[in-house]
């Protein structure tokens, strides 16, 4: 069975930092393609970025260098480091197995909530 | 890149079809047959109910039905159910190795 299981979520003040993870089993991680999806709380789905096997990384437009995706292939576990955080980066932060490069089929975890409050 | 364009709400009556559609670009939706919808019930993961337009996942029950013309993707509901009371993303391979997601469609069956 896939399961994705993210966490790290926190409240942080604007300016700080926050890692994310995501926890990965049921499938063949090393080769896996994995995305962060975000959701503002009301709004609707936003794609933060990816990570293909072998690390090589995709963001959105929007991430314009504060968040950094990586990947631990020993552990299973891929990452989001966000940097400079803003009051409109709140909100929950889900990880997703893409099955295929194309953004195909793909399994989803449950989320981890990040709220940027002063 | 651009969200996707859907309709905000929608809605029907039990056992009626509906249909939303999904709005893009020959960027995005026109150019590739990646094209997604998901569900999403309050408080929970998005779940996919359609990729690559048309395959449906097993378990999706076969009310769910997608397609494509041009630059606007569609998700046909059939006989709709209380339970399909939700909101419904589409999701698109945006290109330049992007995704790209429509704002959402509120369903509402009434």
């Known amino acids: 069975e896939v399961q994705l299981v993210e966490s790290g979520g926190d409240v942080v003040k604007p300016g700080g930092s926050l890692r994310l993870s995501c926890a990965a089993s049921?499938?063949?991680?090393?080769?896996?393609?994995m995305s962060w999806v975000r959701q503002a709380p009301g709004k609707g789905l936003e794609w933060v970025g990816r990570?293909?096997?072998?690390?090589?990384?995709d963001y959105a437009a929007f991430v314009k260098g504060r968040f950094t995706i990586s990947r631990d292939d020993s552990k299973n576990t891929i990452y989001l480091q966000m940097n400079s955080l803003k009051i409109e980066d709140t909100g929950i932060y889900y990880c997703?197995?893409?099955?295929?490069?194309?953004?195909?089929?793909?399994?989803w975890g449950r989320g981890t909530t990040v709220t940027v409050s002063s | 890149q651009s969200a996707l364009t859907q309709p905000p709400s929608a809605s029907g009556s039990p056992g009626q079809s509906v249909t939303i559609s999904c709005t893009g670009t020959?960027?995005?939706?026109?150019?590739?047959?990646?094209v997604s919808w998901y569900q999403q019930h309050p408080g929970n993961a998005p779940k996919v109910m359609i990729y690559?337009?048309?395959k449906r996942p097993s378990g999706v029950p076969d009310r769910f039905s997608g397609s494509k013309s041009g630059n606007t993707a569609s998700l046909t509901i059939s006989g709709l159910r209380a339970e399909d009371e939700a909101d419904y993303y589409c999701?698109?391979?945006?290109?330049?190795?992007?995704?790209?997601f429509g704002g959402g469609t509120k369903l509402t069956v009434l």
């Open positions: 997703k197995w893409e099955h295929n490069a194309n953004y195909g089929y793909d399994d």
């Open positions: 049921g499938f063949p991680f090393a080769a896996a393609w």
């Open positions: 990570i293909r096997n072998g690390g090589t990384t």
């Open positions: 020959s960027s995005d939706v026109g150019a590739y047959n990646y």
């Open positions: 690559e337009v048309t």
């Open positions: 999701s698109s391979n945006g290109g330049s190795d992007n995704l790209v």
